[in-house]
């Protein structure tokens, strides 16, 4: 029988980005930008296993919200056993261009940092835009948008809705990843999506 990570990839690959679970590594670069000591809101889209959570959950305030936001089924339920019983963590079934009506009732406003990793270049272009100015809006205005991705052909689709502040590269990972942090733009770009 295959481990759940694997066997969601194979049953869905446009939604798990890499069919093996991060790298420690990639872990680290992506919790680097996020300010534990002030956060009061952290959002993950697509947290899969939960490895990223688990660090999250590891150096995270008491009072701090952890929104976990999957699409897929199956995660949902692992993530909904494995936190259950822990204060102030919501896992929700459903898609990150959604995330603030999720939000609402939680009584969550703007959060302070949104993880992702996404496989946006699997996903279509319309919805990859809706997520991301979804996401520019949901953002404090000194909130920060911390993405790891695979290849950087998106990188202008991100730069629309976002100021980029820094760029790492992790080779320690299969496949070999970068770290994209960015701070939200004070306006969403005019242009219309195709």
């Not at 959060?111 to 835009?129: E, H, Q």
């Given at each position: 029988m295959l481990p759940p990570f694997i066997e969601e990839f194979f049953r869905n690959p446009a939604t798990v980005g890499s069919l093996v679970p991060s790298s420690r590594e990639l872990t680290e670069q992506v919790m680097a930008p996020i300010d534990f000591a002030t956060a009061r809101c952290i959002v993950e889209y697509g947290p899969g296993t939960g490895v990223f959570t688990d660090i999250l959950m590891a150096r995270r305030r008491p009072g701090t919200a952890i929104v976990l936001i999957e699409v897929s089924r199956r995660f949902c339920q692992l993530l909904q056993e494995r936190y259950a019983a822990h204060p102030h963590v919501h896992v929700i079934h459903g898609s990150a261009d959604k995330t603030g009506e999720y939000l609402r009732p939680l009584g969550i406003g703007q959060?302070?940092?949104?993880?992702?990793?996404?496989?946006?270049?699997?996903?279509?272009?319309?919805?990859?835009?809706r997520i991301l100015e979804h996401t520019r809006a949901l953002l404090q205005p000194a909130g920060k948008l911390v993405l790891f991705q695979y290849t950087l052909q998106n990188v202008r689709l991100f730069e629309r809705f976002f100021r980029p502040l820094q760029q790492e590269r992790v080779l320690l990972n299969l496949p070999p990843a970068y770290v994209l942090t960015y701070a939200p733009k004070p306006e969403a770009a005019p242009e219309t999506v195709a």
């Open positions: 959060v302070d940092y949104v993880v992702c990793g996404l496989p946006f270049r699997s996903l279509s272009r319309r919805l990859g835009w």
